[in-house]
T-cell receptor, first 111, second 116 residues
Framework: DAKTTQPPSMDCAEGRAANLPCNHS???????VYWYRQIHSQGPQYIIH???NNETNEMASLIITEDRKSSTLILPHATLRDTAVYYC????????????FGTGTRLQVFP | GAGVSQSPRYKVAKRGQDVALRCDPI?????LFWYQQALGQGPEFLTY????????KSGLPSDRFFAERPEGSVSTLKIQRTQQEDSAVYLC??????????????FGNGTRLTVT
């Protein structure tokens, strides 16, 4: 089962920051948080991942709370092309290192 | 560089037919994953390869599903005697290294299978 909880949907105005929350209260000390997004009819696209420090790349920023029980993905200037389903995933540290997806947050960016 | 490539992009099969779905991972990637995504749901894990070894097939829904990666690169997911409940998008992903490394998975755009 997925180890994360996300709101089913969010709206954001174009040009504004989109802040997508995720709860992962049962995360273990060596488990990373990954974020992917999926635009209609495409495969999931990797965005960013982190362990305990905040991370930033050309797509987004990831803020992880000090207790690691929650995180926020920030898209600093949302565009219409950022409309997608966003998945927050705690990577499984079992035999496979597979990603276990939940149902994600459907982000709608409006003009 | 080239990403993960899957073919065919769309496949329509009559119930009872066998199908084969192909995945070309990113060149040199060690790990390969197959996922199944039903309409409106998140992807669900099917199976995992490290090179040519199938290390996890816990997600395969029945013995009608079979995956192989004989030379550690291209992989094929085969579904025998397809049923309507097999209708879904089948996604393939690869990552650069094996277990324990946090290299991200890179996904293809999937094969949409429709069983009529």
């Amino acid at each position: 089962d997925a180890k994360t909880t996300q709101p089913p949907s969010m709206d954001c105005a174009e040009g504004r920051a989109a802040n997508l929350p995720c709860n992962h209260s049962t995360i273990s000390g060596n488990e990373y948080v990954y974020w992917y997004r999926q635009i209609h009819s495409q495969g999931p696209q990797y965005i960013i991942h982190g362990l305990k420090n905040n991370e930033t790349n050309e797509m987004a920023s990831l803020i992880i709370t000090e207790d690691r029980k929650s995180s926020t993905l920030i898209l600093p200037h949302a565009t219409l092309r950022d409309t997608a389903v966003y998945y927050c995933i705690v990577r499984d540290r079992g035999d496979t290192d597979k990603l276990i997806f939940g149902t994600g947050t459907r982000l709608q960016v409006f003009p | 560089g080239a990403g993960v490539s899957q073919s065919p992009r769309y496949k329509v099969a009559k119930r009872g037919q066998d199908v084969a779905l192909r995945c070309d991972p990113i060149s040199g990637h060690v790990s390969l994953f197959w996922y199944q995504q039903a309409l409106g749901q998140g992807p669900e894990f099917l199976t995992y390869f490290q090179n040519e070894a199938q290390l996890d097939k816990s997600g395969l829904p029945s013995d009608r599903f079979f995956a192989e990666r004989p030379e550690g690169s291209v992989s094929t997911l085969k579904i025998q005697r397809t049923q309507q409940e097999d209708s879904a998008v089948y996604l393939c992903a690869s990552s650069r290294t094996g277990w324990g490394d946090n290299s991200p998975l890179h996904f293809g755009n999937g094969t949409r299978l429709t069983v009529t």
